[in-house]
């Protein structure tokens, strides 16, 4: 990095950036084809063995908000290295685990951990590229990786997994935090400080309003909507989330200003993020039970099926910056959830026998080019117009909606299957019919994303001016 701010080696911090990003959303699906041999060889139960995924949710959910502002008062850099350096050590804590216990505990602090990079990966990408073109070529790499991420982890995860042991889906992450570490000291500007004290207030009743939502979420995805496990903490959650809003309106210097919420275009945004993401939430987790129960595809095999899917979001997502220069950004926007939602319905159409081609490839390519689209447009409106001081805050906010759009959709859609899928006599066939009340549910849950994008975020004359 060159003396005077600016960036001498730009491709290299924005891949620092990205992989620190990608390795978050790799975590988050990469275990997910180890579960089984975890339940043998630690002896959890089949209840108790969600939480090695429910665990790391909840925490990373429940103090991303702190987290966002922690990078604000330390340093967004200082705040992502002291993130990747506690996520390295549970991942390390969570290979080495000789039982259930301390693997959910290992997955609590990786969700710490996460906390604090998650909210800094955006707050950095903001501050490092703070002008077009790079700007937009930036945000176009970080909007493509949620669904390389996922795809990505399943195929890494059924390799490593197959290959070595489960244990190496946790470990994998340590030397690749430590260049990530070294890279990072050396390629990515610090920030300012802001030194207002830290609204403790505030960070309390966040913390533990997001912890009882995304905790009641998590129980309505395993016990359904109906049971105190799920009622309660989501009423809880509710009210504290309440006095969290009372408590910011009189902080002098508040966890989330309350103006990035006023504003209509972020909000909107956010909205349509937490819908969108909840639509695909489900869509990898009952496709990937529908390739392996219903199509006998082996763990490897499922996430290698999923690559249509990725490259058709990879593909796009170099060409939007450019292209909304030149057309604006509703093609992308407006045009790019339309085309998930058509590709999400598209895939209610599976079935245990049914061409590979027409029902699987295809919608996943429409869907995929979709999201390649639309995920940068969101993350662009979503932290647009917003000043350094408050980067690490709108990050954070973004970052929320991801989290908690994520177990709302999938427990929602888990409880819509619960109630319309009856008991068939096969296996292959009872998958199958989960994924297509899954995708029915997941594309009108895109759907409302798309509404909620029209009426709030679509400028139809704007160029790509961000």
Request: charged letters at 10%; a positive charge; aromatic letters at 10%.
């Amino acid at each position: 990095m060159s003396h005077d701010g600016e960036l001498k080696h730009p491709l290299i911090t924005l891949a620092i950036i990205s992989v620190s990003y990608l390795i978050l959303i790799v975590d988050g699906s990469i275990v997910i084809t180890a579960l089984p041999l975890i339940r043998e060889n630690l002896g959890f139960s089949a209840a108790t063995l969600s939480w090695v995924q429910s665990a790391y949710a909840l925490s990373l959910g429940g103090l991303l908000l702190l987290g966002a502002r922690v990078g604000d008062i330390i340093g967004r850099r200082r705040g992502f290295l002291v993130g990747l350096c506690v996520f390295m050590a549970a991942s390390l804590m969570a290979g080495w685990s000789p039982n259930a216990v301390m693997l959910i505990v290992a997955r609590v602090l990786q969700g710490v951990g996460a906390s604090l990079i998650a909210p800094s990966t955006l707050a950095l990408l903001s501050t490092n590229f703070p002008k077009d073109p790079a700007r937009a070529r930036a945000v176009a790499v970080y909007g493509s990786i949620t669904g390389i991420g996922m795809s990505l982890g399943l195929v890494l995860g059924g390799f490593v997994t197959h290959v070595l042991s489960w244990r190496w889906a946790f470990w994998i992450n340590v030397p690749i935090g430590l260049v990530l570490i070294v890279a990072t000291r050396y390629y990515v500007k610090e920030t300012e400080r802001h030194t207002e004290p830290l609204d403790v207030a505030g960070a309390v009743w966040a913390t533990l309003s997001m912890t009882g939502i995304v905790y009641g979420l998590v129980n309505a995805s395993e016990y359904g909507w109906g049971r105190a496990l799920t009622i309660a903490p989501l009423i809880v959650g509710v009210a504290l989330l309440g006095l969290f809003f009372r408590t910011e309106q009189r902080a002098s210097a508040p966890l989330v200003p309350l103006h990035l919420l006023a504003n209509a275009e972020r909000s909107g945004a956010n909205t349509a993020r937490f819908l969108f993401v909840g639509s695909m939430a489900g869509f990898w987790f009952f496709i990937a039970q529908y390739l392996e129960v219903s199509r006998g595809l082996n763990p490897f095999g499922a996430g290698l099926a999923f690559l249509p899917m990725t490259l058709g979001s990879f593909a796009i997502a170099f060409l939007v910056p450019r292209l909304s220069r030149r057309f604006g950004t509703a093609p992308f926007l407006i045009g790019g959830l339309a085309t998930v939602s058509i590709g999400t319905f598209w895939m209610a159409g599976v079935s245990s026998n049914g061409s590979y081609l027409w029902t699987v490839a295809l919608p996943m390519l429409v869907v995929g080019v979709g999201q390649g689209a639309s995920t940068i447009r969101l993350t662009s409106a979503a932290i647009h117009g917003v000043s350094p001081k408050d980067a690490g805050a709108a990050s954070g906010v973004v970052s929320a909606a991801v989290q908690i759009g994520n177990a709302f959709g999938l427990s929602l859609l888990v409880a819509l299957t619960s109630l319309w899928v009856p008991r068939t006599s096969t296996a292959a066939s009872f998958a199958a019919a989960h994924a297509r009340v899954a995708m029915v549910g997941g594309g009108v849950l895109c759907t409302l994303a798309l509404t909620s994008a029209v009426v709030f975020v679509w400028h139809p004359h704007r160029r790509d001016e961000r």
